[in-house]
């Protein structure tokens, strides 16, 4: 069974500040989501990181992804307020010919003004 | 661009009552997803359908079902609600099964009363 671990699960930093979320999991998978949520609203696609070694920028948002570590890390640097949200992780798990996403526990992030 | 469309946006059901959600993926997508996430939770993956066909199934109940139509759109059903079914609900789309990605719809949110 895959399983993805976040962490840290809850995250408050001052603006300005970087810091980086980890997403492990337990399965071979080459392929890793990560996806933004605010409260009660839909799951906004963040990237899409599909080999070893594939590192995609967004703003303030870097992703990168280890597949031989199994290990992918979101890093936000100078966060501002408008980053506060729920990140997710996910992994696209392809076994025996299925494909759906496991995502992580979550990540809440509150960057404090 | 085309986005996933879900509806309705909220629903309330009395316990024991049954509901239909509905999902319309993006064009040309080829691959259909429902999840289910509960409060302060990650999503769980229910059900898919790949070309029509049920293509994997997860922690769906059994007082569940879903199909996809011809059109590609799909619906859950959901029968005999309990208070624990009160979740919000996605459906997700993609196409090649996740090479692009995966897009996820505004969500229903179902509350069981």
């Known amino acids: 069974e895959l399983k993805v671990e976040q962490n840290p699960l809850f995250l408050s930093m001052q603006e300005g500040k970087n810091y980086t979320i980890y997403c492990n999991y337990s399965t071979t998978s080459d392929r890793l989501y990560w996806y933004r949520q605010d409260p009660g609203k839909s799951l906004e696609s963040l990237f899409v990181?599909?080999?070893?070694?594939a590192v995609k920028q967004e703003g303030r948002l870097m992703a990168s992804l280890d597949t031989k570590a199994r290990l992918s890390t979101l890093h936000i640097t100078a966060a501002v307020h408008d980053l506060s949200a729920t990140y997710f992780c996910?992994?696209?798990?392809?076994?025996?010919?299925?494909?759906?996403?496991?995502f992580g526990k979550g990540t809440k992030l509150s960057v404090i003004p | 661009a085309a986005g996933v469309i879900q509806s309705p946006r909220h629903l309330i059901k009395e316990k024991r009552e049954t509901a239909t959600l509905k999902c319309y993926p993006i064009?040309?997508?080829?691959?259909v997803y429902w999840y289910q996430q509960g409060p302060g939770q990650d999503p769980q993956f229910l059900i898919s359908f790949y070309e029509k066909m049920q293509s994997d199934k997860g922690s769906i109940p059994d007082r569940f079902s879903a199909q996809q139509f011809s059109d590609y759109h799909s619906e859950l059903n959901m029968s005999s609600l309990e208070l624990g079914d009160s979740a919000l609900y996605f459906c997700a789309s993609s196409l090649g099964r996740g090479l692009a990605g995966y897009t996820f719809g505004s969500g229903t949110r179902l509350t069981v009363v």
């Open positions: 990181l599909l080999s070893n070694g």
């Open positions: 064009p040309r997508h080829d691959t």
């Open positions: 996910a992994v696209d798990y392809s076994g025996a010919g299925s494909y759906q996403l496991t």
